[in-house]
């Protein structure tokens, strides 16, 4: 499985931006597919998952109630909807899938990866 993101760039505080992330391959049920976001100096964490088995989707808590995840299987697709930016949220951006991966997500737990997108938030 290949993952293609986009949708990154440079937004006031307070913004909004919709990150894409398509899969080359279909991405069944079976697939947790996630976001996850890493700024400089930092290791990379955990932003939001969509596990379709059960209909869940899951947030870490510093973007819950500002960020939605979702997800088309007819054109393989996740959407990270990021709304009320903050300059803390400035980060490389990136996608993920694997079969079957459970909560608590951790990076390792992925093997698919997109090639990241940049988030850059201005205050």
């Known amino acids: 499985v290949q993952l293609q993101a986009s949708g990154g760039g440079l937004v006031q505080a307070g913004g909004s931006l919709r990150l894409s992330c398509k899969a080359s391959?279909?991405?069944?049920?079976?697939?947790?597919m996630g976001w996850f976001r890493q700024a400089p100096g930092k290791e990379r964490e955990f932003v939001a998952a969509d596990m379709r088995s059960g209909g869940r989707t899951y947030y870490s808590d510093s973007v819950k109630g500002r960020f939605t995840i979702s997800r088309d299987y007819a054109k393989n697709t996740v959407w990270l909807q990021m709304n009320s930016l903050q300059p803390e949220d400035t980060a490389v951006y990136f996608c993920?899938?694997?079969?079957?991966?459970?909560?608590?997500?951790?990076?390792?737990?992925?093997?698919?990866w997109g090639q990241g997108t940049l988030v850059t938030v201005s205050s």
């Open positions: 993920a899938a694997d079969k079957g991966v459970l909560p608590p997500f951790r990076a390792t737990s992925f093997a698919y």
């Open positions: 391959a279909r991405t069944s049920s079976s697939y947790t």
